[in-house]
């Protein structure tokens, strides 16, 4: 089974409007985490945000948080505002506890903004 | 420089070749991974190193793979007698400490095409 499933290949959102990228995972572990990249076209990894398992709070870090269900396990990442520079692959990835510490990551969705 | 440097960003070997990526980490990083990316996909787990110890190789496709960083610092993958299925990004990354909270830094990876 796949541990990181993002379902969506492509979105597309009006600059400033919100959007939603879906993530769901699949693990056994009941401690592990939670992450969200960006890639843009030149191809660098860019770290957005962190959600711990044990995290009683939805992660925020400016324009983005992380809609944590972890019953559902789903960790959706939100973008607000969206701006022209947020067009880019979005990957979702998992760190297990008994991973040594490797990311497992999703294929990934591509997101357009429209102006 | 400040981020994780990779190089060549481009390599074009003819199968059969052996091919050499270097990855600088970030200065005082602990923890190595190299991922492979295939072309519309999401990096797959290659190898991990903390400090000069390889600790996971188990995402090693073949035992044509061969990754080292001998002083912990420095990283050499290595691919011997290359074939198609090795065109991909070889993405490195690094982090102060493994585990956690612990965000990976990316380098911009360095695309093989294998002809």
């Known amino acids: 089974a796949q541990k990181i499933t993002q379902t969506q290949p492509g979105m597309f959102v009006q600059e400033k409007e919100a959007v939603t990228l879906d993530c769901t995972y699949d693990?056994?572990?009941?401690?592990?985490?939670l992450f969200w990249y960006k890639q843009p076209s030149s191809g660098e990894m860019i770290f957005l945000i962190y959600?711990?398992?044990?995290?009683?709070q939805n992660a925020t870090e400016g324009r983005y948080s992380l809609n944590f269900q972890k019953a559902r396990k789903s960790a959706n990442l939100v973008i607000s505002a969206s701006q022209l520079g947020d067009s880019a692959m979005y990957f979702c990835a998992m760190r297990e506890r008994g991973s040594n510490y490797k990311l497992t990551f999703g294929k990934g969705t591509l997101l357009t903004v429209n102006p | 420089g400040a981020g994780v440097s990779q190089s060549p960003r481009y390599k074009v070997a003819k199968r059969g070749q052996d091919v050499a990526l270097r990855c600088d980490p970030i200065s005082g990083h602990v923890s190595l991974f190299w991922y492979q990316q295939a072309l519309g996909q999401g990096p797959e787990f290659l190898t991990y190193?903390?400090?000069?110890?390889?600790?996971?190789k188990s995402g090693l496709p073949s035992d044509r793979f061969f990754a080292e960083r001998p002083e912990g610092s420095v990283s050499t993958l290595k691919i011997q007698r290359t074939q198609q299925e090795d065109s991909a990004v070889y993405l490195c990354?690094?982090?102060?400490?493994?585990?956690?909270?612990?965000?990976?830094?990316f380098g911009e990876g360095s695309r093989l095409t294998v002809l």
């Open positions: 959600q711990g398992s044990y995290d009683e």
């Open positions: 990354a690094s982090s102060l400490e493994p585990g956690g909270r612990g965000e990976l830094f």
């Open positions: 693990t056994s572990d009941q401690s592990y985490g």
């Open positions: 190193f903390q400090n000069e110890a390889q600790l996971d």
